[in-house]
């Protein structure tokens, strides 16, 4: 897979052959309704799989990317994509974290972490997608004006939103339904 934008335009990098990459029209959407330039800010990335849309928040400038992957084996890759495109201190920081997502929330809870945009695409047949909105809720990792991207399957369905967020884009491609929500 390539690099999509950014600084790391074009660049490739590894993906596990088990997985679900996110698709290229949907990563470019991801990007281009955020908008091209992060500099600054706090990506998490929930079940990251290959790391690809936290490759593309560090490209495209973000100064922190955590990944966050439970599989043992896609987070040594995700780790060797960091290498293999010799990233690091002093330019961003990352971190892959190879644990589940919802105990790592309430760990960064804990730690009092915040982040300024969080993406999550859970396994589509898992149907994860109100459990993991309701975690993030339910535990103070973002702020005011936090962006929230989730890609989830067709068969998948965003929560009652309980007026805490406000849904900026909903967009459908192929199977995969894509949501763009702001803290309020």
């Given at each position: ?13 590894y ?27 706090k ?50 920081f ?17 730690r ?73």
């Amino acid at each position: 897979m390539k690099i999509l934008g950014g600084t790391l335009k074009g660049r490739n990098f590894y993906m596990p052959a088990t997985i679900r990459p996110t698709q290229d029209i949907v990563r470019a959407a991801i990007f281009d309704i955020l908008g091209h330039d992060l500099s600054e800010l706090k990506f998490l990335d929930l079940f990251a799989g290959s790391g690809a849309v936290g490759l593309e928040a560090v490209s495209r400038g973000a100064a922190e990317v955590v990944l966050v992957e439970k599989d043992p084996q896609n987070a040594k890759i995700i780790q060797g994509n960091f290498e293999l495109l010799k990233i690091g201190y002093p330019h961003v920081f990352h971190k892959v974290i190879n644990a589940d997502a919802f105990a790592t929330i309430k760990e960064m809870a804990r730690r009092q972490q915040q982040f300024d945009i969080v993406f999550f695409d859970p396994p589509f047949d898992q149907q994860l997608t109100k459990k993991i909105l309701k975690h993030l809720m339910g535990y103070a990792i973002l702020h005011a004006h936090s962006y929230v991207i989730a890609q989830f399957g067709e068969d998948d369905s965003l929560p009652e939103l309980e007026g805490r967020f406000k849904i900026l884009k909903e967009r459908a491609y192929g199977n995969s339904r894509l949501a763009i929500l702001e803290l309020i």
